[in-house]
């Protein structure tokens, strides 16, 4: 079975610019979440969908959005970027909700903000 | 607020040694704790996960313990090798409301032949 699937796995854009970020979860598995990881730091939580529905947000600004699909996929999106956006952005899936999973991390997007 | 800390941030061991990595957190209400690997510029890959009722868990070389009313756990390798060279993360998984992991910062390991 595949892991979970990220892409793209680099990219570099201009400050102002937008961007998508891609993930696929582990087949079966409903839920996804998303953290940034700037260098040097642990993880630091954005977004939990479950069953396609925002189950929790961290703390971090309007210009990060998110949504899950149908089939379970799910999309993270930055407006007008800013330098301190760069970082590595993570995606886990788990098999349920947030509460009491294990969670599996993909490889990770680097985005660099130029 | 759930704060997790890793001591030390950086080790260097020679080969062949048993090492121990520390992690501790401030609100013992959680659900696990996870312990998680990240090469450079990677992903995580889950290592070991403890349920806040269990006191240890292992495979192969690794073995995590957890005393969850002390605030502890630690990530014991047997026998490093260089392949074990990585950044070691520890997250706990709070049990109030839909609560995601919250993560140390890691641990720098590097195993030299």
């Known amino acids: 079975d595949a892991g979970v699937t990220q892409s793209p796995t680099h990219l570099i854009k201009t400050r102002g610019q937008h961007v998508t970020l891609r993930c696929s979860p582990i087949?079966?598995?409903?839920?996804v979440s998303w953290y940034q990881q700037v260098l040097g730091q642990g993880p630091q939580f954005i977004f939990q969908?479950?069953?396609?529905?925002?189950?929790g947000r961290g703390n971090f600004p309007d210009r990060f959005s998110a949504r899950q699909f149908p089939n379970y996929s799910s999309e993270l999106n930055v407006n007008a970027l800013l330098l301190g956006d760069s970082a590595l952005y993570l995606c886990?899936?788990?098999?349920?909700?947030?509460?009491?999973?294990?969670?599996?991390f993909g490889q990770g997007t680097r985005l660099t903000v130029v | 607020k759930q704060e997790v800390t890793q001591i030390p941030a950086a080790l260097s061991v020679p080969e062949g040694e048993n090492l121990v990595l520390n992690c501790s957190f401030t609100?013992?209400?959680?659900?696990?704790l996870q312990w998680f690997r990240q090469d450079p510029g990677k992903g995580l890959t889950s290592l070991l996960l403890?349920?806040?009722?269990?006191r240890e868990q292992t495979s192969g070389r690794l073995n995590a313990s957890l005393d969850k009313s002390s605030g502890r756990s630690t990530l014991y390798i047997a026998a490093s090798q260089p392949g074990d060279s990585a950044t070691y993360l520890c997250?706990?998984?709070?049990?109030?409301?839909?609560?995601?992991?919250?993560f140390g910062k890691g641990t720098r390991l590097s195993v030299i032949a």
């Open positions: 403890i349920q806040s009722s269990q």
């Open positions: 997250a706990v998984q709070p049990d109030s409301g839909n609560t995601p992991l919250v």
């Open positions: 087949s079966g598995h409903k839920s």
């Open positions: 886990a899936s788990s098999l349920r909700g947030i509460v009491n999973t294990e969670a599996f």
């Open positions: 969908y479950y069953e396609k529905e925002e189950r």
């Open positions: 609100d013992s209400a959680i659900y696990n």
